[in-house]
């Protein structure tokens, strides 16, 4: 978890020198903190020295986001139709946890993975207020 401020600076600096502000901004840096946070967590088991590399795109209309780690293969589409939660459920009858993976889908317009070569990329393109 040790780099995951590293990572968040990246993209907040990306932002800041193309103009990217506001809930642009906030919404690349939750996703990247979700994205980071359970690759260390689930991926590694709670650690573990290997990188993560993150791509940032902005245009007008959109932002795009790849995340690359090289944890064990898991498909986050697979499982969000298979396991997610029911987000309709009441509060008290879901258990704690699984809301982090529903909520970035929710907020992609796209959202692509694919498993190659050892590596897991998750792709994303998420549509701009600005």
Known sequence: ???????????????????VVGGDVLRLVLVVEELFTNTVMHGYGGGHDAPVHIEVGVAPARMSLCFEDQAPAFDPLKYLAERAPDLDAPADGRGVGGLGL??????AERFDYAHVAGVNRLCLVLRRDA
């Open 1 to 19: 978890m040790d780099g995951l401020q590293l990572a968040l600076g990246f993209v907040e600096a990306f932002c800041t020198e193309r103009g």
């Open 102 to 107: 529903p909520l970035v889908a929710q907020m």
